[in-house]
């Protein structure tokens, strides 16, 4: 954990005690850094997996505009465009109607169908057999590819995730078609 991390969040969680803080700051800020009792090599966290939601994708010259439109999908778990083009995004994920994350950001297409992540600021932990809505508002003068052949239900490993039509929606996307084309998680 960087220094800054630790001052803004586990220093003032209350979980150390004023000896063990003491000691991590020096850890981060003294040249001669005194030995701890945790272990101080990065961990390496677990790696990201991706449940993709549509089976095949598709660009057609009528669809997908954003004009400020939401895009939404609902869902629970178990246990670009023709050329290269600049969007803004704001995203948001909501548990039961309650904004849990949200994030406004600017990213580059490069015109291909690839996908790619466009996520929060830090993981948000989500819980099981509980329905979020995940929405981007999207805004770019390109059209863009779009997922087609969605399916209901992924198993993604151990973890299984449904999908239903989100009510947020405005600009057409549902279960059988549209944006957000995966979501990417830990498990």
Known sequence: MAGEDFAGRAA???VLTLAETNAIFLWHAAANKPA???GTEPRRGL????CRRFQSCAYRSNQWRYRGRCD?????????????AEYGAEIELKRQGVSVAQRVIEYFSDGSSSTFAVSFDYPVQIEPDTFYTA???LDG?????FGQEGVTEVQCGKVTFQFQCSSDSTNGTG???????????YA
């Open 72 to 84: 939404s999908i609902q869902f629970v778990f178990d246990g670009s465009s023709c050329g290269s």
């Open 36 to 38: 701890l009792l945790f």
């Open 47 to 50: 790696a990201p997996q991706r």
């Open 12 to 14: 003032q969680s209350g």
């Open 141 to 145: 003068n390109e059209l863009s590819y």
């Open 175 to 185: 279960v059988q078609g549209g944006q957000i084309p995966e979501l990417v998680f």
């Open 135 to 137: 929405s981007a508002v």
